[in-house]
């Protein structure tokens, strides 16, 4: 099956759409870099989200469920650098003043669309159709994940740093894309 011409689109994540969700994060190709208390903090994210509660007192976030043809096959996730900007803090030493950054999570948790080339294209479409007002986009992958490291370059993200997150002492990098790029 190829992706290349199908329509992308995407809803906001309801209780409908859980049980979905929940199985791709349980499926192998997923739980490898979805685990421990970044899976746990992802779960009780949605479950707030699905709440109608898009706020863990620690951070706003949304959810979305992306769609191909109408079938879902992938789940996005995005939250807010509100700041203030502190250099000790792993996302908010990206805040700027007066400019919309978010950050980004996704996986594609229907085993039938992997290797398609769709993620790349799913990120583009994502941004430019439900977040274009962001002037920036922060995506952490673990450094060991070189497929989801090429795929985010392939979106239009280039490597800033590489960090040790609080909730997962294995090294990540932090990657960032300029939206005004992508639109341009």
């Known amino acids: 099956m190829s992706a290349k011409n199908n329509k992308l689109s995407f809803l906001p994540l309801e209780t409908k759409f859980k049980d979905i969700i929940l199985n791709w994060l349980e499926a192998d190709h997923v739980k490898e870099f979805y685990y421990g208390d970044g899976l746990q903090n992802t779960l009780d994210n949605i479950n707030l989200y699905c709440q ?17 043809d109408n079938k879902p096959f992938g789940f996005l996730m995005t ?16 805040y700027t003043q007066g400019k919309n950054i978010f950050t980004l999570d996704l996986l594609i948790g229907a085993q039938e669309f992997l290797g398609q080339g769709l993620a790349h294209r799913m990120i583009q479409e994502f941004i430019l159709n439900k977040v274009s007002n962001a002037d920036f986009f922060l995506i952490d992958p673990e450094k060991s994940n ?3 490291i090429h795929v985010y370059q392939k979106a239009g993200f280039k490597k800033i740093d590489e960090f040790c997150p609080a909730h997962n002492p294995v090294p990540h990098l932090m990657m960032k894309m300029d939206v005004s790029e992508l639109k341009g």
Do not use: E, R
């Open 52 to 68: 109608g509660i898009s706020n863990n007192s620690d951070y706003s976030f949304d959810h979305w469920v992306a769609f191909m």
């Open 79 to 94: 939250s807010t650098i509100d700041g203030p900007y502190d250099l000790n803090d792993d996302y908010n030493k990206w």
């Open 146 to 148: 070189l497929k989801a």
